[in-house]
């Protein structure tokens, strides 16, 4: 059999590997090399956020103090059960389950959208009480100025993790429409598997985001 | 991956250990630990991103080159934290002057 029959007989095999397995333990690692540079590009807010809580804890607590805390707890459970959810979708597409792989992918869809309207009315709840960063920006006197990085630093990085909750919806959606046209196979899932590894990253940004924005201020006031 | 059943169940665990560890954080929020409130908060975190790294993204299966590139994120990260920190936490000491 020549090269290009061979390759023409497995549907998904790109002409530069040999293999499906070589094909998706190369695109699995490209994906893991992208998230280490995520990691960074996150990693740098987290370390703004560390350089100024060492120097502001008591009015980063107190600021704290004012986050929605159930809709920050709410919205952790509902990135966990959507890393479940895709956590299923991923192992129904290794069995061939196409009808499951498609209810896992809307499943996971849902809860991201059930997180980024959570989310959504949040940033509502702090536009109204004057907590967004700038001319309209109230809050104790004595912490007037340091609460305005946390609140920057709040909107900077949960505004980037929503961004990228978006992003992740829109690989989803094309994810879907692979799914239900039948080019995720039993064979050729490693789309899925990588789209995955994408979301599990959001959802371990978040991870870290909950406690460091909405529970540092809890045991000061209650 | 020829046993689907038994990671399915695995996943079940993992999400039930993340939710547990989602309350944990958030309770023990609310007690004055001093120092500690952050390093619980730290440490939850760090153990359930771990879960979610080894389990959810496969990495106990992967091969050592993908255990490689997870490291060294860390290791970069950890690089990131520990030489800023270094400066600033250091600034008021007067030990030369």
């Known amino acids: 059999m020549s090269p290009d029959a061979h390759h023409a007989a497995i549907?998904?095999?790109?002409?530069?590997?040999?293999?499906?397995?070589?094909?998706?333990?190369?695109?699995?690692?490209?994906?893991?090399?992208?998230?280490?540079?995520e990691v960074l590009f996150?990693?740098?807010l987290f370390m703004v956020y560390t350089v100024y809580r060492s120097w502001y804890p008591t009015a980063f607590a107190a600021a704290s103090h004012e986050m929605v805390v159930w809709a920050g707890t709410l919205n952790t459970a509902v990135l966990i059960t959507s890393s479940l959810t895709m956590a299923l979708a991923v192992n129904a597409s290794q069995a061939g389950n196409r009808r499951l792989l498609l209810l896992f992918l809307v499943m996971t869809m849902a809860l991201g959208c059930v997180f980024l309207g959570v989310k959504a009315f949040e940033y509502y709840t702090e536009f109204a009480?004057?907590?967004?960063?700038?001319?309209?920006?109230?809050f104790e006197k004595e912490y007037f100025k340091p609460a305005q990085i946390f609140f920057s630093l709040y909107f900077v990085m949960t505004g980037l993790h929503a961004l990228h909750m978006i992003i992740g919806l829109g690989i989803m959606t094309v994810m879907l429409i692979w799914s239900y046209r039948g080019v995720i196979t039993r064979e050729y899932y490693s789309p899925i598997e990588i789209s995955g590894l994408y979301w599990h990253f959001v959802d371990i940004v978040w991870i870290f985001l909950f406690p460091l924005l909405y529970l540092i201020g809890r045991h000061v006031h209650g | 991956m020829a046993d689907h059943g038994s990671h399915r169940r695995t996943y079940y665990v993992i999400f039930g250990l993340l939710m547990l560890?989602?309350?944990?954080?958030?309770?023990?929020?609310?007690?004055?630990?001093?120092?500690?409130?952050?390093?619980?908060?730290?440490?939850?975190?760090i153990f359930k991103a771990t879960l979610v790294v080894l389990f959810f993204m496969h990495a106990r299966e992967s091969p050592r080159l993908t255990w490689a590139v997870v490291a060294g994120s860390v290791f970069w990260f950890g690089i990131l934290i520990v030489l800023t920190m270094s400066d600033y936490l250091t600034r008021a000491w007067q030990t030369f002057g």
């Open chain 2, 21 to 45: 560890c989602t309350y944990l954080t958030w309770q023990v929020a609310y007690f004055d630990l001093g120092p500690f409130n952050t390093i619980a908060a730290l440490g939850i975190a």
């Open chain 1, 11 to 37: 549907p998904g095999l790109a002409h530069h590997f040999d293999t499906l397995e070589q094909q998706a333990e190369t695109t699995t690692l490209g994906m893991w090399v992208f998230l280490v540079t």
């Open chain 1, 42 to 44: 996150f990693g740098g």
């Open chain 1, 129 to 138: 009480e004057h907590h967004v960063p700038g001319a309209g920006f109230e």
